[in-house]
C-alpha cells in the first residue's frame, strides 16, 4: 500500500441497509479525518480521529459512527442508510494537527442509497 | 463555524493568468489550505498561508490578508491540465478544516 486507499471504489444501497467504508493509510499518520462531498455544497467533516483510540463529531456526525483501534484504519459505518446519505466519501489524514501538515486524501468512495 | 465564500465557475485561456479569491469569516484561524481537484479525483494540495502575504509555488502562488479574511490563488502560464476545481480550506482553532464549495476553473485554447 502507498498512501491511503479506500474501498470499496463505489457501492450502491438499500435503504436500511448497514454498510462500512474502510480507509486505510501507511504513513503512519496521527489524525485521520471523514469527509463528504455533495455538488455546490463543498467538502463536509462528518467525524475526525486524532490519535488512535480517539474520536470526534464534525460538522454532519448524524447517522454515521467511526472507530479508531489503530493507526492505520478508520472505518465509517452507517447503521441505517438513507437517501440523504448518497454522496462521495473522501478519507483523510495528516502527519499532525499543527504547522502546514496538509491533509492527503484518499481516492473516495461513490455512495447511492436507493 | 466557518463561513467560506469563493466564486462558482471561472473560464480562461490558456496561456493567461486566473485569479480565484475566497473570503472567509472564522471563529479562530490556524492556516488556509488550497487544493485542487480534478473531476472524479481526490483533492490535492497546493499551498498553505498562516502569515498574511504572498506564497509563489512555480505557476501558482497565494495570498492571505488575515485582517480582510481574504486569499486569492493565482495561477499562472494557464496549461489545459489546469482545468479542474480548486477548494479554499480554512483550519480553524480547533484545527479541523472547513471547505468552500470550490471553484471550477475551465481553461480554453
Known amino acids: 500500500i502507498a498512501g491511503i486507499t479506500q474501498a470499496p471504489t463505489s457501492q450502491i444501497l438499500a435503504a436500511g441497509r448497514r454498510m462500512t467504508l474502510r480507509c486505510t493509510q501507511d504513513m503512519r499518520h496521527n489524525a485521520m479525518y471523514w469527509y463528504r462531498q455533495d455538488l455546490g455544497l463543498g467538502l463536509r467533516l462528518i467525524h475526525y480521529?486524532?490519535?488512535?483510540?480517539?474520536?470526534g463529531k464534525g460538522e454532519v456526525p448524524d447517522g454515521y459512527s467511526v472507530s479508531r483501534a489503530n493507526t492505520d484504519d478508520f472505518p465509517l459505518t452507517l447503521a441505517s442508510a438513507v437517501p440523504s446519505q448518497t454522496s462521495v466519501y473522501f478519507c483523510?489524514?495528516?502527519?499532525?494537527?499543527?504547522?502546514?501538515?496538509?491533509?492527503?486524501f484518499g481516492p473516495g468512495t461513490r455512495l447511492t442509497v436507493l | 463555524g466557518q463561513n467560506i465564500d469563493q466564486p462558482t465557475e471561472m473560464t480562461a485561456t490558456e496561456g493567461a493568468i486566473v485569479q480565484i479569491n475566497c473570503t472567509y469569516q472564522?471563529?479562530?484561524?490556524?492556516?488556509l489550505f488550497w487544493y485542487q481537484q480534478h473531476a472524479g479525483e481526490a483533492p490535492t494540495f497546493l499551498s498553505y498561508n498562516v502569515l498574511d502575504g504572498l506564497e509563489e509555488k512555480g505557476r501558482f502562488s497565494s495570498f492571505l490578508s488575515r485582517s480582510k479574511g481574504y486569499s486569492y490563488l493565482l495561477l499562472k502560464e494557464l496549461q489545459m491540465k489546469d482545468s479542474a476545481s480548486y477548494l479554499c480550506a480554512v483550519r480553524d482553532g480547533d484545527y479541523k478544516l472547513s471547505f468552500g464549495a470550490g471553484t471550477t476553473v475551465t481553461v480554453r485554447a
Open positions: 472564522t471563529s479562530g484561524f490556524n492556516g
Open positions: 480521529s486524532n490519535t488512535a483510540g480517539t474520536t
Open positions: 483523510a489524514s495528516s502527519d499532525s494537527d499543527s504547522g502546514g501538515n496538509e491533509q492527503f
